[in-house]
């Protein structure tokens, strides 16, 4: 099957096995924390972010798009901007119950975001041929939400520091600062937010 990959599936490989690496850092830092690891792990995202839009300027110079390359393209895309960012985010300190149903909805909105556009992509295309909008916010600004991630770190506030601290709902605790995740993926999933393709 690799045979038929053609050099931006490629790309898009490198874009998943980058938000893999993010994860298996984040896991890293929970075992040992130290701020470098949540550094290096918010690099691995920039450089998934880098591998994703080069794999669709690859595609537009070659003139090449597939349903094989569409599907691929979602797949590294729910690692590297979706399971890592809540796994960085969960890594340092985010772990109460709220805080885990919110990272939960937060990668829940970008896997529903992701199905719909591959379902309604041709639909979108028109006559052009070519989608000139996207419905919702693409699922790699959650790269914003991960550099908010690596500058806490630099500052020192992670863990029992994150700003606004813990708030406790019923029995369960929250960082309110889980609540950038909610929003995040509520745009993710907006049907009335439309964003011009470039």
């Given at each position: 099957m690799i045979r038929n990959f053609d050099l931006a599936d490629f790309l898009t490989l490198a874009n998943g096995c980058c938000g893999t690496?993010?994860?298996f850092v984040a896991?890293?830092?929970v075992r040992e924390a130290r701020a470098g690891k949540v550094y290096a792990a918010a690099l691995l995202v920039l450089g998934a972010l880098f591998f994703d839009v080069m794999d669709g300027r690859i595609a537009r110079w070659r003139h090449h798009a597939?349903?094989?390359g569409r599907e691929l393209d979602s797949l590294?895309?729910?690692?590297?901007?979706g399971a890592a960012p809540a796994g960085l985010a969960y890594a340092v300190g985010m772990t109460a119950v709220w805080d885990v149903f919110a990272l939960l909805y937060f990668v829940a909105c970008g896997i529903s975001r992701?199905?719909?556009y591959n379902v309604t992509a041709e639909k979108l295309s028109g006559s052009a041929g070519k989608v000139t909008y996207f419905e919702g916010t693409p699922i790699?600004?959650?790269t914003l939400l991960v550099l908010l991630i690596g500058l806490l770190a630099w500052q020192g506030r992670i863990g029992p520091g994150l700003p606004f601290g813990v708030v406790h709902l019923g029995p369960f605790g929250l960082h309110p600062l889980a609540?950038?995740?909610?929003l995040s993926g509520s745009l993710m999933i907006s049907k009335t937010l439309r964003i011009p393709k470039p």
């Open positions: 690496a993010a994860i896991m890293d830092h597939s349903a094989m590294a895309d729910v690692i590297s901007f992701l199905a719909r790699p600004t959650s609540l950038v995740f909610v």
